[in-house]
């Protein structure tokens, strides 16, 4: 349904969780202990729940999650792995966030977040999420949005051609409108800015070393395939790239850095939540 499959998140997370910027993270964790009492958390398109593992026990807090996703096979893959007891509860919500993302945060909330998400969504769903936010001054920690920035070792002659096809795969359309892609991170700044909030921008890149190549494997087939999707035409050429490129991580000597932006509103207030 969604085109992303639990093996791929469960893959991806160890990277996503080295990745994350620290900064943004001790930031918000402070502002929940200053605030004090329970926060209520929803996570927009969870997948498995990889967003709560990993912040969950960064917050000093006890905590109410709500998980939103889509996807039934990921829902149940997750619900698998919830926190039974203790001081964070946390349940799913399957809802589609372009028919209802209002409805979805409605709910009492205080903080939203979410991850490796933005990049998947157009400017009127972000256009919407920051409505939201400012209208009722949510925090907001949005992770792991691709930018567009991949660095590869060894390089190849295709590897900033194959990029360049890859980041227009990423403005189309993922069931939100025309996607925003590598824009995502800094029009979501831009926009913050520019109703007068000041969000805190830090990089959490990838980084994937030699002994990394199942993970690695994984992101050049998947690059091929999105490469090829948007110029069928560049196809053989691309797959020549590709097979070089399985080749190199074989051999042990390739590396990947992939960049990804994490963002951060506090509420303007500061305060508690009625
Ligand atoms: C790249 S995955 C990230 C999953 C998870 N946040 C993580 O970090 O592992 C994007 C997630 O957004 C979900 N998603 C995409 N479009 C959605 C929609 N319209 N409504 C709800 N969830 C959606 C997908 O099913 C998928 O779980």
């Known amino acids: 349904m969604s085109g992303f499959s639990a093996d791929w998140l469960a893959l991806r997370e160890p990277f996503d969780a080295a990745a994350r910027a620290a900064a ?9 202990k200053g605030r004090g009492g329970p926060l209520r958390i929803v996570d927009l398109g969870a997948g498995t729940g990889a967003n709560l593992r990993h912040l969950a026990p960064c917050l000093p ?10 996807d039934p096979a990921l829902i149940a893959a997750g619900e698998a792995r919830l926190p039974a007891t203790g001081a ?10 372009v028919a209802e993302l209002e409805a979805v945060l409605e709910e009492p909330c205080d903080l939203v977040t979410c991850s490796a998400l933005l990049d998947l969504v157009s400017a009127d769903w972000l256009e919407r999420l920051v409505r939201i936010v400012r209208a009722r001054d949510l925090a907001l920690l949005a992770v792991l949005t691709y930018d567009g920035r991949v660095h590869l070792e060894p390089a190849h002659p295709l590897d900033e051609e194959a990029i360049a096809l890859v980041n227009r795969h990423q403005r189309t359309d993922k069931g939100f409108g025309p996607a925003l892609g590598p824009e995502a991170g800094i029009a979501l700044a831009r926009a913050l800015h520019g109703a007068g909030d000041a969000p805190l921008l830090a990089l959490s890149d990838w980084d994937a070393g030699p002994g990394d190549r199942a993970f690695q494997r994984a992101l050049v087939e998947g690059w091929a395939e999105a490469a090829s999707a948007i110029a069928p035409e560049r196809a053989p050429a691309i797959d020549s790239w590709r097979r070089d490129r399985l080749r190199a991580i074989e051999a042990g000597g390739a590396r990947a850095r992939v960049g990804h932006v994490d963002l951060l509103r506090l509420p303007r207030g500061q305060g508690r939540a009625p």
């Open 24 to 32: 943004t993270e001790a930031s918000l964790a402070l502002w929940a």
């Open 61 to 70: 807090v006890a905590q109410a999650w709500t998980l939103v996703e889509h």
């Open 88 to 97: 964070v509860r946390a349940a799913y919500r399957r809802a589609d966030l």
